[in-house]
């Protein structure tokens, strides 16, 4: 019913940026909450930066100002610029749209598969 594709992971150079991107479709009225959320080895799922549909921000702490987070809700798509990368961030990033209102009526949340962001030398 609700797919959400990312793109945009791989590897980088400590200091280097990179931008993902997660597009959500399928049956779709409007999404509340889009965001990005992390999971290292070892450690657990910590969110990253979420963008209400309204434009409202929340960014974490361990990323504020290296960050940002953009929203089109004009194609489900939401952004994140990630400057200033460090070893650190290495991670695998999930998107997750929360508070999806289907065209049917219903509201479920849904995550991405996920993508790798690897920062080393």
């Known amino acids: 019913q609700v797919q959400l594709v990312e793109s945009g992971g791989g590897l980088v150079q400590p200091g280097g940026s990179l931008r993902l991107s997660c597009a959500a479709s399928?049956?779709?009225?409007?999404?509340?909450?889009m965001g990005w959320y992390r999971q290292a080895p070892g450690k657990e799922r910590e969110m990253v930066a979420i963008v209400t549909e309204d434009g409202s921000t929340s960014t974490a702490d361990f990323v504020k100002g290296r960050f940002t987070i953009a929203r089109d809700n004009t194609k489900n798509t939401v952004f994140l610029q990630m400057d200033s990368l460090k070893p650190e961030d290495t991670a695998v990033y999930y998107c997750?749209?929360?508070?999806?209102?289907?065209?049917?009526?219903?509201?479920?949340?849904?995550w991405g598969q996920g993508t790798q962001v690897t920062v080393s030398s």
């Open positions: 399928g049956r779709i009225f409007s999404i509340h909450t």
């Open positions: 997750r749209a929360r508070g999806v209102v289907t065209t049917v009526g219903g509201v479920v949340d849904h």
